[in-house]
């Protein structure tokens, strides 16, 4: 059962990939709205509420708006938060946490302000 909790979110990260990509995201944009998911599932199970908050008005004021920017997001921070508690991981200190968000957030404006 567990391995089933790892391949469906996996499943669909795939096919939100392929999603993207026909919907016109490059590899740039898909990887720097992942590496923001995947931070944000790390911060909602941390309860880092405030790191979330700022991920995700970055998002808004960077992105435009298409719905698969938002599902990506959804699907990676989902695809964290379950791999997260299946890994058992332990919560990173908030401040060296800070310090990932602000460089995603970096990545993020910089491949979008390319278009």
Known sequence: MIGMRLI??????????????AEGMDDKQFN????????NGVALHCRFLSETQRMKKALVLALPKRRQYGEAFDQETNTAFLKFIETKASCPAEVAFS?????????????????
Not at 8 to 21: H, S
Not at 99 to 115: G, M, S
């Open 8 to 21: 469906v979110p996996l499943l669909a990260a795939l096919l939100f990939n392929g999603l993207a990509q």
């Open 32 to 39: 720097a709205i992942q590496q923001l998911g995947e931070l």
């Open 99 to 115: 310090k990932q968000v602000d460089a995603a957030i970096l990545v993020l404006d910089a491949v979008f302000a390319e278009q």
